[in-house]
């Protein structure tokens, strides 16, 4: 009687624990706040959820979360791509001025602009690999990345004159489309987070990510080249990236260096909120879509609520040190 007492009084002190452990999943814990932050807007801003503005929501966190996807490829690998402001700017000028300037039909533009992105995204793979660590130290892959930034802004800027390209083909603009009233960018999300996941967790290219991003050294001596997969991985990131801003720039019907400002703050949070692991071999497609997603609604709930736009990165910056701590707690 006395064990079935002690039994008892053991089951029922744990429960809480039971109803909880779901919650540090974290995909459970990011679509509970995709959730809150949902109904916190509708509470602050109800008109923001009417009909009209759905199609907005799904587009734009479609592309948002395309462009983390790619993110995500690079810090799979432990790697960093912090070229992000310059590959949106790059690719979507690039393509606009196929079109623009030298007649190319609107598939072929977009073609060539996504193949030069995956040109870059190989220079930064291979940099990764044999100029960062754990290779021989110049410096870290994602100062690389960070001054490549810099420097395809600085030549589409030249190229440009600083100005927008134009004019811009009106079929540039059904890329971003809808079929059947849903956005195509929802469908091109889809697709991408499908052939990533089933890339990832069906073929050998899969758990051989994962194993080069939690432990390089351990990857390699189990046979698995490691520069052939960071290399994969980080042409992959550039190609995502790069078609982010292609479709940022049809959805736009504008094309300039200045298209990609802001980027990089936005899709580096949307990562890190989503729960891809700064330290690599952690994440999923579905966490960068609701991170993707998360990044979007976050930041309209900033501007529902009236706050400066001068302060919107400075709450950005402190979301990805609570995200990042909470990271790095949970890894412990």
Not at 65 to 75: P, T
Not at 234 to 249: D, K, T, V
């Amino acid at each position: 009687m006395k064990s079935d007492n002690v039994e008892a009084t053991g089951s029922s002190s744990t429960w809480p624990q039971r109803i909880l452990q779901p919650l540090e999943r974290p995909e459970i814990n990011r679509i509970l706040i995709l959730a809150i932050i949902a109904g916190s807007l509708y509470y602050v801003c109800p008109p923001f959820f009417r009909v009209g503005n759905l199609e907005l929501i799904f587009a734009w966190g479609s592309i948002f979360a395309i462009m983390a996807l790619g993110e995500m490829l690079a810090l799979l690998v432990g790697g960093f791509d912090l070229s992000v402001e310059g590959m949106v700017s790059l690719s979507s000028v690039w393509a606009a001025i196929l079109m623009a300037w030298y007649g190319l039909p609107v598939w072929l533009a977009v073609l060539v602009s996504l193949l030069t992105c995956m040109g870059i995204g190989f220079l930064s793979g291979y940099f990764a690999t044999y100029f960062s660590p754990p290779y021989p130290f110049l410096f870290p892959v994602f100062i690389f990345t960070l001054a490549l930034h810099f420097v395809l802004t600085g030549v589409v800027q030249g190229v440009t004159g600083s100005l927008p390209v134009t004019p811009i083909p009106r079929a540039f603009g059904s890329i971003t489309g809808s079929l059947f009233t849903i956005p195509l960018v929802v469908i091109y999300m889809i697709v991408i987070a499908g052939l990533l996941s089933f890339f990832l967790y069906f073929k050998p290219i899969g758990w051989k990510i994962f194993a080069t991003g939690q432990d390089d050294e351990a990857a390699r001596y189990t046979g698995v080249n490691t520069t052939k997969v960071r290399i994969i991985a980080y042409m992959g990131s550039a190609l995502l990236i790069g078609f982010g801003g292609i479709l940022a720039a049809s959805r736009l019907q504008s094309a300039s260096f200045q298209l990609g400002e802001g980027y990089l703050l936005t899709i580096l949070a949307a990562t890190i909120i989503g729960g891809i692991s700064l330290s690599g071999g952690e994440g999923s497609p579905i966490m960068a879509i609701i991170g993707g997603f998360l990044i979007y609604l976050v930041q309209n709930l900033v501007v529902a609520l009236g706050v400066s736009s001068y302060l919107q990165n400075s709450f950005l910056g402190l979301l990805i040190v609570i995200f990042v701590g909470y990271d790095f707690i949970r890894s412990r």
